[in-house]
């Protein structure tokens, strides 16, 4: 299974999100992937509620049409005020899109397809668009260039961002000594067992959710400049491919690391894709090393020499941490969901905690890209922590949003302040695991 991701970059996206009153957009549908043709559009698209098409060319312009209406298929003509076309360029970065009514709001578009009668996207089942001014009448060459080659197509679900709450529903410093103060927290956290030295999380997330980027994002806070490490990327599926224990190394202003990332396969929808439930639970009770190569149609077998036979406390996962794309929660297919129930349901037979990250909440929220510390404000981001936590049945107290590094060359205060505040509950979490073997004659020195 392919993941889809978004073709838009932070400047197309805030041109495009200008347009439509700094609104929430959720990938629905992206044609390389799902294909140039207008029925698997409608599967994809039917019964959203507004949304806007973007399609690109090789001349650089980025442009498509928004309705306010939902898609159903009838064939028929539909009446959309509110509907329009628009178009930007990247080499116009300065000027204002290109924004276009149509004079006849009877006929704003036809329900057999993406189909604005000026301009028909996919034509033909193909990656093409047709354009013939008339309902909408614009230039074509302000438009498209006259280039009507698609090199993509995408829709988006438009989704009211809603506005900021009128204070913080949960209370955060922003300041560089909460940061610092952060930093020497978890420097200073010790586990409760002497066995054990350093507690392991365990990230687990559908493929492209940003469980590689994550810990390379929380490397950098530690290290003070932005570090990559972990392979990370945009492919179809997974990028970790193995299972790998990753240390994160004292820095001058941090001289101790009290846990352990560990990443995995991403989850997938398909049979014998993605990581297996299997190898799941045996990375929970200890038994796989690292670098274990994984092999989605059969779990690790006892005789492997990454088998470990005899696990102590200190192998096992102390928390399992659950990555996921703020922006994917409400397109979060059944089987996910189904999936992660199954990996929720051996994580609490063993006892061990679990947190929710929910990541990118920059590119979900046009609020929060603009001040990161619109976070807890953000009644869009509130709304997803609510249905996502209400998906897996976790309490709103284990999900915390961050935002990783992806395109950034400098650390940032608040992204690390975000990511820091994670690591904390992760350790609290790791702690309650702890106080089931705690025994004070062995208190960890």
């Known amino acids: 299974m392919s993941t889809v991701t978004s073709s838009l970059n932070k400047w197309q996206r805030k041109k495009l999100c200008s347009l439509l ?69 990247d080499k116009e970065m300065k000027e204002d899109p290109l924004r276009v009514v149509t004079a006849n709001p009877q006929y704003s578009f036809t329900d057999n397809g993406p189909n604005f009668n000026s301009l028909v996207f996919l034509y033909n089942n193909s990656a093409t668009v047709s354009s013939n001014p008339g309902t909408y009448q614009f230039d074509p060459q302000k438009m498209h260039g006259n280039d009507l080659q698609l090199t993509e197509c995408e ?60 810990f390379n994002s929380i490397n950098s806070a530690f290290k003070g400049y932005v570090s990559m490490q972990a392979n990370t990327g945009t492919a179809g599926t997974s990028l970790t491919t193995q299972f790998r224990t990753y240390y994160i190394k004292p820095s001058n202003n941090v001289t101790h690391i009290p846990f352990i990332l560990c990443d995995t396969m991403g989850l997938e929808d398909g049979v014998n894709t993605g990581l297996d439930v299997d190898d799941f639970a045996t990375i929970l009770k200890g038994h796989i090393q690292d670098k274990y190569q994984f092999n989605p149609s059969m ?61 990118k909440v920059d590119e979900a929220c046009p609020l929060v890209a603009e001040d990161l510390k619109n976070v807890y404000q953000s009644h869009y981001i509130n709304k997803m922590m609510q249905e996502i936590s209400s998906q897996l049945g976790v309490s709103l107290s284990a999900v ?33 695991y702890f106080d089931d073997f705690y025994n004070p004659e062995e208190r960890s020195e």
Request: contains cysteine.
């Open 21 to 89: 009153n700094h609104a929430n957009l959720s990938l629905l549908f992206k044609a390389s992937v799902h294909g140039f043709n207008a029925t698997i559009f409608h599967q994809k698209c039917n019964t959203q509620g507004p949304t806007v098409i973007v399609a690109y060319n090789k001349s650089g312009y980025v442009f498509g049409a928004f309705t306010s209406k939902s898609y159903a298929q009838t064939g028929q003509n539909v009446v959309d005020s509110k509907a329009f076309l628009f178009s930007f360029n």
């Open 155 to 214: 829709v988006y679900r438009v989704e009211d961002c809603e506005g900021l709450m009128e204070k913080p529903w949960r209370n955060v410093q922003w300041n560089s000594e909460r940061r610092q103060a952060l930093l020497s927290t978890i420097s200073g956290w010790k586990p409760s067992v002497s066995s054990v030295k350093q507690a392991r999380f365990l990230l687990v997330g559908p493929v492209g959710a940003g469980k590689s980027s994550f």
């Open 299 to 359: 779990p690790i077998q006892p005789d492997s020499p990454h088998f470990n036979k005899s696990p102590g406390l200190k192998d096992k996962i102390h928390c399992v941490v659950y990555v996921i794309d703020i922006s994917k929660v409400n397109l979060l297919s059944e089987k996910m969901v189904d999936k992660f129930a199954v990996f929720r349901r051996k994580t609490n037979q063993l006892g061990i905690p679990q947190l929710v990250l929910l990541t």
């Open 400 to 432: 915390v949003p961050v935002k990783n590094y992806y395109q950034e060359l400098e650390i940032d205060p608040q992204t690390d302040i975000l990511l820091l505040n994670a690591v904390v509950q992760m350790l609290r979490a790791a702690e309650g």
